[in-house]
């Protein structure tokens, strides 16, 4: 069993800083990429960014400049730094991972989610 927990969600006005974190338990053998996608009321999930086990990143060009994952292998945990925050950030925000289990076979897993809403 593998499981992503979010946490650091919350409300926040614009031009702010929030920083989530997403830490992968359970039957893990390792981590792969992980990443944060959003998704806002009435619109598609979408990706935020990503970053590699060896620490390549990439963004959405909404994001980029303003938002930095980051990740610490030994704990299995990524983050999300989130400054200059603007209304439009505004969603449900997710953690992934592509995780090997201990039985050596990779999936896809996700969080539960975790509301990030900015006020103008």
């Known amino acids: 069993q593998v499981q992503l927990v979010e946490s650091g969600g919350g409300l926040v006005q614009a031009g702010g800083s929030l920083r989530l974190s997403c830490v992968a338990s359970g039957s893990i053998d390792s981590v792969n990429a992980m990443g944060w996608h959003r998704q806002a009321p009435g619109k598609q999930r979408e990706l935020v960014a990503v970053i590699t086990r060896g620490g390549s990143t990439n963004y959405a060009d909404s994001v980029k400049g303003r938002f930095t994952i980051s990740r610490d292998n030994a704990k299995n945990t990524v983050f999300l730094q989130m400054n200059s925050l603007k209304p439009e950030d505004t969603a449900v925000y997710y953690c992934?991972?592509?995780?090997?289990?201990?039985?050596?076979?990779?999936?896809?897993?996700w969080g539960q989610g975790t509301q990030v809403t900015v006020s103008s």
């Open positions: 992934s991972a592509n995780i090997r289990r201990y039985d050596f076979t990779s999936q896809d897993y």
